[in-house]
Nanobody
Framework: QVQLVESGGGLVQAGGSLTLSCTTSKSIFSFTDMGWHRQAPGKERELVARITSGGSTNYAEFVKGRFTIATDNAKNTLYLQMNSLRTEDTAVYYC?????????WGQGTQVTVSS
């Protein structure tokens, strides 16, 4: 069974930083690509950042220069380093991975940025 488990969310002041982690139950090498999405109250889920198995990354415009996506293959863990957080970054953040043609989601972790 494929499981993705996020951690690292919490409450932070605007301008602060948080690092989200997503640990997979399968080797991270078995995922074609992985990413982070988020969903704020009353809004649709949106892509934040994505990384392919080859290491290519892409970011939503609203996080470019502030967030960094990376993997630790030895730990089967995906990270999202979030700096210069803004109140509008408040959302539930979801880890997602594409493996053998199927997309898997984590349960989400809440990030709240206060002013």
């Amino acid at each position: 069974q494929v499981q993705l488990v996020e951690s690292g969310g919490g409450l932070v002041q605007a301008g602060g930083s948080l690092t989200l982690s997503c640990t997979t139950s399968k080797s991270i090498f078995s995922f074609t690509d992985m990413g982070w999405h988020r969903q704020a109250p009353g809004k649709e889920r949106e892509l934040v950042a994505r990384i392919t198995s080859g290491g290519s990354t892409n970011y939503a415009e609203f996080v470019k220069g502030r967030f960094t996506i990376a993997t630790d293959n030895a730990k089967n863990t995906l990270y999202l380093q979030m700096n210069s957080l803004r109140t509008e970054d408040t959302a539930v953040y979801y880890c997602v991975g594409l493996r053998l043609g199927r997309r898997y989601w984590g349960q989400g972790t809440q990030v709240t940025v206060s002013s």
